[in-house]
């Protein structure tokens, strides 16, 4: 039972060889800190699995075990809602028979890990839950750690550039891995906690409300300074009409030659030193962060100053939820008084602590793409030794190669044909437009079955999971990638999935529709943190809904009506 990669992460184009090979490395050194090291780390563990230039997991023995299943079923609950149902039909399959799994096996396991971190993820989770804003501080401090190894000079052999970069994922990753879990644990258990204490006393909507306007979200904080800066240069009518009459890409080239006007270029700047790390499709090294090519941010900024409504600009409407959501933390917890003292005061904890520590849900992606971002930059630098010495024909083509064979080619061997074969291949997989959600190893795809005996357009309604509640009526506007998008304001985007690149857009959409996704996916969470109705998981969402056609999202019940 492979699960793909790329549509848990909201990625529909292929991986890059680089970045591929970058993705293995992690999810070796992951696998052998929590006890299964693979054979070579290069390689990758077995159970990541490549085809079409796509990752897949292989979740088979988690799907057969009878200790892993419902843990599995739980998690794609929350995060991918759309595959439950194929999870349930498959555990019909006599070729998927469950193989008992004893408890007791996996706590020596969790005991060793333990002692291995120096009990580092139970001090962690403790300190979040005792004092959140120390925790906080913690996480800045691992940031600046991750900036600074990727800051570290590029004059060394490329030989030892490339020992750097596999030695920041060997020794970050797992630092990275027990400082931040614990906190994604709290994410997720917290408010599994306050639907229990609230039962019978709140309904799922209004517990959904308390996650409203979240601070400490680093993905949040990125979209409100570029909003903020687009705001600063409204005030300068020159700029303004520079937006109106250049291209996002004419911008950009002038960025890069220092001649945009001087509040424009310190302003991205000083954004792109904060965020300049991130970009569309960040998971995959192999693509330029932002720093390398801010076309995409420029093309936001003048959405943003398309926006003209008060009431409807990002901050207000983000300040707006924010205080909507502490309303409804002393509402409930005035509710949970009518049971006891007690109850009221773990329900008070328990809510403040999720506005406290649910925003840092997005921590993890945001350290991970730092590292990746430092790797990404000592590997420039190893390209450009290899294209002198004309085993490559551009830096760039390093991307093209995996970390294995950068070894090679710096041992040697002459890479550019494998290279030109390799860019045909990605350029050919970028064209395809159905990537299986779930796929079996005889090449079958069982959501397809399922889709034909359910369907999911019924007199104009698409169903979905609900997301974030609320109700909206507007145009749509379907996207299948941000780069170069503009969304209208008031407009409904329709998407496959999205990722922290597409959160910009988030700014200017009155509602959001995604046929992948979660309540707890990426998407949802900052829907839910703007306060825009969105539903996701919506079979058929792109094949059924067309750019201008007239929907209502209804957030709350998780249905779309088509006009």
């Known amino acids: 039972v492979y699960f793909s990669v790329n549509v848990a992460q909201g990625v529909y184009r292929p991986f890059t060889p680089m970045g591929a090979s970058f993705f293995c490395l992690i999810a070796s050194v992951g696998a052998k800190t929590v006890g299964f090291p693979p054979r070579d780390l290069l390689a990758g563990p077995t159970f990541v699995v490549e085809a079409a230039h796509r990752l897949f997991f ?32 498959l555990a019909s399959d006599p070729r998927l028979t469950p193989i008992p799994t004893s408890r007791w096996r996996v706590i020596p396991k969790v005991l060793s890990l333990l002692v291995r971190a120096r009990a580092r993820p139970l001090l962690r989770l403790v300190q979040a839950l005792l004092n959140p804003k120390a925790a906080r ?3 800045d401090r ?14 060394a052999a490329p030989r030892k550039l490339l020992t750097t970069v596999e030695q920041m994922v060997i020794e970050q990753f797992p630092y990275v891995m027990f400082n931040i879990m614990p906190l994604i644990f709290l994410v997720f258990g917290l408010p599994a906690i306050a639907k229990r204490l609230l039962k019978g006393l709140a309904t799922d909507n209004e517990i959904q409300v308390v996650r409203r306007g979240l601070p400490y979200n680093p993905t949040t904080e990125m979209d409100l300074k570029l909003w903020h800066l687009a705001q600063r240069l409204r ?63 420029l093309g936001m900024l003048a959405n943003y100053l398309a926006l003209n409504d008060p009431d409807a600009a990002p901050d207000v409407q983000f300040q707006r939820s924010a205080q909507e959501a502490e309303a409804m933390v002393q509402t409930l917890i005035r509710r949970a008084r009518r049971h006891g003292w007690l109850r009221s005061q773990l329900t008070g ?11 840092l849900r997005e921590v993890p992606k945001f350290d991970f793409v730092l590292l990746m971002a430092g790797a990404r930059r000592h590997l420039l630098a190893i390209g450009e030794a290899l294209a002198h010495s004309r085993r490559l024909e551009a ?39 159905h990537i299986p959600r779930i796929m079996l190893s005889d090449g079958t795809e069982p959501e397809v079955t399922l889709t034909r005996e359910q369907g999911n357009d019924t007199d104009g309604v698409l169903k979905g999971a609900p997301a974030s509640a609320g109700v909206v009526s507007g145009k749509a506007r379907v996207l299948l990638d941000p ?81």
């Open 58 to 89: 292989d979740l088979t023995p988690m799907f057969r075990s009878t200790l892993w299943h419902p843990l599995l079923l739980q998690i794609m609950g929350q995060m991918e809602t759309r595959s439950g149902p194929v999870f349930q039909q």
């Open 137 to 139: 501080a913690n996480q």
């Open 142 to 155: 691992l940031q600046e750690r991750l900036r600074s190894q990727g800051q570290r000079s590029l004059r």
């Open 235 to 297: 005030a300068e009518s020159t700029i303004v009409t520079l937006f109106h009459d250049k291209q996002p890409a004419q911008l950009a080239q002038a960025y890069r030659t220092e001649s945009l006007p001087p509040l424009l270029q310190q302003g991205l700047a000083d954004f792109l030193s904060l965020y300049g790390h991130r970009g569309v499709a960040e998971i995959d090294l192999g693509l330029p962060r932002w720093s390398e090519d801010p076309t995409y941010l």
């Open 349 to 359: 904890f328990c809510l403040h602590r999720i506005r406290a520590l649910s925003g």
């Open 395 to 433: 830096a760039e083509d390093i991307f093209f190669i995996t970390l294995k064979e950068t070894h090679e080619a710096l041992a040697g061997q002459d890479m550019r044909a494998l290279v030109r074969e390799r860019r045909a291949s990605y350029e050919r997989e970028l064209g395809r437009r």
């Open 483 to 563: 780069t170069g998008a503009r969304l209208e304001p008031g407009e409904i985007l329709v998407a496959p999935s999205t990722d922290p690149g597409w959160t910009p857009l988030f700014f200017t959409a009155s509602g959001l529709v995604m046929e992948m996704g979660g309540p707890m996916s990426h998407g949802a969470i900052v829907a839910r943190e703007y306060g825009i109705p969105a539903v996701v998981g919506v079979t058929g969402a792109l094949e059924h809904i067309t750019t201008g056609q007239q929907i209502t999202v209804d957030g709350s019940r998780g249905i779309i009506t088509l006009a």
